[in-house]
């Protein structure tokens, strides 16, 4: 049975106030568009229409996934009228699932349910029970003498009356469909209502003319199918999602100081006795070895952290496209900068305000005070000494520092790029160097010490 998916995204999102489409505002680091995506991809469909209208180019232009198309929407005349926009794309023979572009937190395993339910010959409706249902479409039932309740048909908020109002169980928007029956019933949509729309929901009182099942699905909890018209539904709904993931780390045996302040914008994947304190961010893909210890306030993006580092609080690792590693043992921080392209060895120390950055530290390198590495190579048992930096841009080009096995880097030196220097050598502290340094020797640049007997300082005249 072919499956297509219609993903309704025209609409303006005006409670957003805000110029982005509201589609494209993140949760946890993606777009909700590209949440629902990523679940529609959990339901196996032979294709994804998107209904764009709203900032079509800029939703177009921004999200993807395998067999997703566009459709746009111009004028947005509502929810039906977005859905017969993607007719043309639908297989006659299938089945048609239909989603809301703004309800990011909908699990596949719902959806499939769902096209279960439809079975290729029935409407299925996802539907939940609400304690508050102001705004929602409702649900009418009708009971048999027999006691068996059937839906009748979805009457929207603004149409219902008192009575109808009372009904707590609600549409949440996802529905799936006989598709050639749908096609049919969307032909006869009208928009005689309260809000002068086409509205989707007016195809359920169509299928019980025709005499079609109609049957109601629920999603295992109704979280799932909040959707986002508002900066402050959005912001429930992140914090949902991150407590979400918070448990399923805490399952996992990771130890979260407070489950409530940690934000995982991404994919962490946790090794055993793991331990993160307060406020820490994780974006991207991060992987964090055994018995590894995050401080508080630290921020890792798209980076790989070995067995048994510790990195001390308010640590940034931005690894970006280019990753940063981190070797078994390492101490990283507090107030660490690892940037794109880091990639430290086993037992490596990272102090305060010291930046790394497109280099590469052999086991055991030390850099513990107020450095800059970049674009450089340090190897095994370097120490970089407090207040020393490679000069790697000439002003136009990066150029590369290499600095051999057991270098001793006095403090505030300036290597300028590109430099080598040799295996075993040591720099004078306060040394500008410009030129190879050699193997095992002492190399200083500064100028020598001199004290003048008899110096007068200037007094102020008067
Ligand atoms: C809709 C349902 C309502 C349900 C509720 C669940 C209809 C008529 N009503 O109401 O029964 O309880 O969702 O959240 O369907 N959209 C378009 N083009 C349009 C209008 C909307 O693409 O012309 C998109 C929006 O971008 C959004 C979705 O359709 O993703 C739902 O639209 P919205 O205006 O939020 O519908 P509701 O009034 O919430
Ligand atoms: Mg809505």
Redesign the pocket.
Known sequence: MALDIVI??????TRMKSDRP??LHPLAGRSLLAHVLHTAGGVNADRIVV?T??GADQVEATVSAPRLQFVR?MP???????VQQAVPQLHDEGVTLIL????PLTEAATLRALVAACGGDKLALLTVTLGDAT???RIVRSTSETGVSTVQA?V??KDATPAQRLITE????AMAAPTALLKRWLARLDNHNAQG?Y???DVVAFAVADGVPVTAAQPRRASE?L?V?SPRQLAELERLYQRDQADALLDAGVRLADPARLDVRGSLHCGVDVAIDVNCVFEGAVSLGDRVQIGANCVLRNATIGDDVVIHPFTHIDGDTLGVTVGRGSLIGPYARLRPGAVLGAEVHIGNFVEVKNSTLADGAKANHLAYLGDATVGERVNFGAGSITANYDGARKHRTDIGADVHVGSNCVLVAPISIGAGATIGAGSTVGKQAPAGQLTVTRARQVSLPGWKRPVKPG
């Open positions: 309704m995204a025209a609409g303006k999102g509201k589609v209904v209208g709203h929407q947005q005349l509502g929810t039906g009228h977005a809301n572009g703004d309800t705004g929602y479409g979805i929207e908020h609600v549409y949440t928007g729309e509205y989707l929901t199918v959707g018209n």
